[in-house]
């Protein structure tokens, strides 16, 4: 399996709801990523976890709220958030190489429009 | 990690190569080129990476200059499917995870 799958495709919300974003990947990766992608732009790191613990966090707001319950998910909880945090949200899994730096395994995203 | 300097757009004809070149004049001698590409829709996709030797597998070749200041993304045989932002990366060192993506090359296989 060298898939990595992410749910729901598509998500609407409104600013006050709680729903959460699902990323499960069987390549025996451990390291996770969240990626955020605004129309047209380039996707932009948001959450790096290595071995199940969160090693990078790019400045992100504290309405998004990750989690990695096992080796193979990931979570990204998604509480409050803006009409401007609408965007394709990206998971991706890696080796943890001690050599060069691992290439990344892409799901195909989750669409969010929050209203 | 150093930046990449891509050009924003190119048109390709179906079945012919598609060259897509790529700077990075602040690389260093540890920093590995990385191109992926995303097609409309779906995550991105990797598709090669190398250091300062030429690389070729079954969906591109990579050309690295001597002077690894820039390296040029070969497809051979573009077809339409190969329509996509394709996105040229610089990273260094094993535990760098930061995968920084630039604006990439938009390109467009016509028939």
């Known amino acids: 399996d060298t898939e990595v799958t992410q749910t729901p495709k598509h998500l609407v919300m409104g600013m006050t709801n709680k729903k959460s974003l699902k990323c499960e990947q069987h390549?025996?990766?451990?390291?996770m990523y969240w990626y955020k992608q605004k129309a047209k732009k380039p996707p932009e790191l948001m959450f790096v976890?290595?071995?199940?613990?969160?090693?990078i966090n790019e400045s992100v707001p504290s309405r998004f709220s990750p989690e990695c319950p096992n080796s193979s998910l990931l979570n990204l909880h998604l509480h409050a958030l803006q009409p401007e945090d609408s965007a394709l949200y990206l998971c991706?899994?890696?080796?943890?190489?001690?050599?060069?730096?691992?290439?990344?395994?892409f799901g195909p995203g989750t669409r969010l429009t929050v209203l | 990690d150093a930046k990449t300097t891509q050009p924003p757009s190119m048109d390709c004809a179906e079945g012919r190569a598609a060259n897509l070149p790529c700077n990075h004049s602040t690389i260093s001698g540890n920093e590995y080129v990385y191109w992926y590409r995303q097609i409309h829709s779906q995550g991105p996709q990797y598709i090669i990476h190398g250091l300062k030797n030429n690389e070729t597998n079954e969906m591109a070749s990579l050309i690295i200059t001597e002077d690894r200041k820039s390296s040029t993304l070969i497809l051979p045989h573009a077809t339409l499917r190969d329509t996509a932002v394709y996105y040229c990366i610089v990273r260094g060192r094993a535990n760098d995870y930061k995968l920084s993506f630039g604006a990439g090359t938009t390109v467009t296989v016509r028939a």
């Open positions: 991706a899994s890696s080796q943890v190489s001690s050599g060069r730096a691992a290439e990344q395994f």
């Open positions: 976890y290595s071995y199940e613990k969160l090693s």
């Open positions: 390549m025996g990766h451990r390291a």
